[in-house]
């Protein structure tokens, strides 16, 4: 567990097996991911005010953390992750960002978890331009190298 400072501690729990990462606040347990991120990412990055763009950002965390990162760990032989790679080409085809015209915390997740597949980020010519994009942001440089 590290402590942030008075009012934060961070860390890792076992549940059944399971790591689960965990972030106190004050007297507050936010348990996973997915709540963490959305806890400490600014407006912007949520998607801004507009709910729809909220919605995807939201859309694309769970995606990071249901497609990719469930299936990265079983390699490329999974049917399901190559499944889910194609729909992130396909989708980014005709987007620059995953679910606003900026990059969102639904951008980060995704590509923090494309980082387990890079081999095959190299074989889908929109996921590695996206990524390339990314990777140039201020905020992706942290994420993906």
Known sequence: MVVLDQAFEAGEVDLHRIKYV????????LNGSVAIILYLANE??????DVLGQSRVLQWLYFAHNHLLHYAHHGMNF??????LKALDK?????TYLATERATV???AVLSALK???????????VKRWC???????????VYN
């Open 132 to 142: 390339t994009t990314l990777a140039a942001h201020p905020i992706g440089k942290q």
């Open 91 to 95: 989708h980014l085809l005709n987007n």
């Open 106 to 108: 639904g951008d980060l």
């Open 79 to 84: 049917p399901q992750l190559k499944d889910a």
């Open 116 to 126: 387990n597949v890079k081999e095959a980020v190299n074989e889908l010519r929109c």
């Open 44 to 49: 912007e990055l949520k998607g801004g005010k």
């Open 22 to 29: 965990f972030l106190k606040v004050c007297k507050e347990t």
